[in-house]
Structures are given as C-alpha cells and as structure tokens.
C-alpha cells in the first residue's frame, strides 16, 4: 500500500508537534493571535453602556507606590487586565503601546496584572514597553469582575464605559483614535 502525503499533511503535522513542544507553544499562540488583534474593538451602544461608579480600590505600581484608582475619575481612561504568560495580552501589547505614546498626556492608561511585580517589571524590559503596571490591592467593583483576558476597557469622564473588550485586538486603530479623539473634546 502506497502512502500519499501531500505537503499541506506534512506542515500540519509539524504544526501540531511544535504546539505540542512548551519552547515553541507560547511563540505559537502569540503569532496566532496577532493575526486576532487585527481587528478594532467595537464601541458599546450608548443605551448599553454600563457605568462605573466605584474608583475606590487600590493599585500598585511595580515600584510598590500605593495608589487608588480614584485618581483616575472624572478622566479618560483605558483600563486594561492582563498577564505576562497571556498569548493574546502579549499579542495586541504593541498597538496599545502606540496608543499610550499618542496619549498619555490625556488619557490614564491603567495596565493591571495579577503576575508579581519582578515578572511584570522583566516583561516590560524585555519588551521595551513605556506604560506603568499595577498589580491590584484592593477589591474591585463587580462591574470590572474581569474573569477572561485580556480585557480592557475604554471608560469615559462620567464613569460611561464606551468599549468593553475581551480578547487580543487592535487598540492603535482608527475606530479607537477617533472614540477617544470625541471623548476628549466633549465637554462633561
């Protein structure tokens, strides 16, 4: 009996040993899902959009700074839960670096990760990443009861959450430029 294998059968099975192989996994997943986060988060309808009113819960940042989220109200905000072994954190990562460069001066960018704070810190090294992390200290309010990441959410001065986002996507397109763009000139 004569076996016929096509070149597709060979690339899937090397597919399937390289995923199956925990070195090379990870890189795996991660290019996968960049290939998800090419797409834009979806604004919430406003008659659907939850509003936040609990800012008070703690953070800290990665050089153990106690802070509290209140200092966030009454601001823009993109608030987003991650983890440094999450392939789709990793990957949609680089579009919200690009977003933070353009906005940091106006809008607070909230990165938030339950990992500890030494692999945190190694990440953002490795990575080249500007933005401050924080770990949580304090309860959170149900509404932000994150249990997939990533997660983000694009929150605005009155507590509206405008984007509510699980999953990798792309945070440095047009759709979301142009949200935070509106929010930013109107006037609450």
């Known amino acids: 009996m004569k076996t016929n ?3 597709k059968n060979i690339l899937f099975i090397v597919v399937i040993v390289l995923l199956l192989i925990p070195q090379t996994r990870h890189p795996i997943q991660v290019w996968l899902n960049k290939g998800l986060a090419l797409f834009s988060p979806a604004v919430v309808d406003e008659n659907k959009q939850a509003v936040l009113t609990d800012y008070k819960w703690a953070l800290q940042t990665k050089s153990g700074q106690i802070v509290s989220f209140e200092q966030s109200q009454g601001k823009v905000v993109l ?26 001066d106006q ?12 692999k945190i810190k190694a990440f953002i090294k490795k990575e080249g990443y500007t ?26 001065q009155s507590g509206h959450i405008i984007i509510d986002k699980t999953g990798a996507a792309n945070w440095n397109s047009e759709t979301v430029r142009t949200t935070i763009d509106a929010l930013l000139d109107r006037k609450v």
């Open 5 to 7: 294998f096509s070149t």
């Open 79 to 104: 608030l987003n839960f991650w983890a440094t072994w999450c392939a789709p954190c990793i990957a949609e990562m680089p579009s919200l670096q690009l977003l933070y460069e353009d906005y940091k």
């Open 107 to 118: 809008v607070d960018f909230v990165f938030v990760s339950s990992d500890p704070p030494e």
């Open 131 to 156: 933005f401050e992390t924080y770990t949580i200290k304090s309860q959170l309010p149900d509404l932000l009861d994150v249990t997939n990441i990533p997660r983000t959410f694009l929150i605005d």
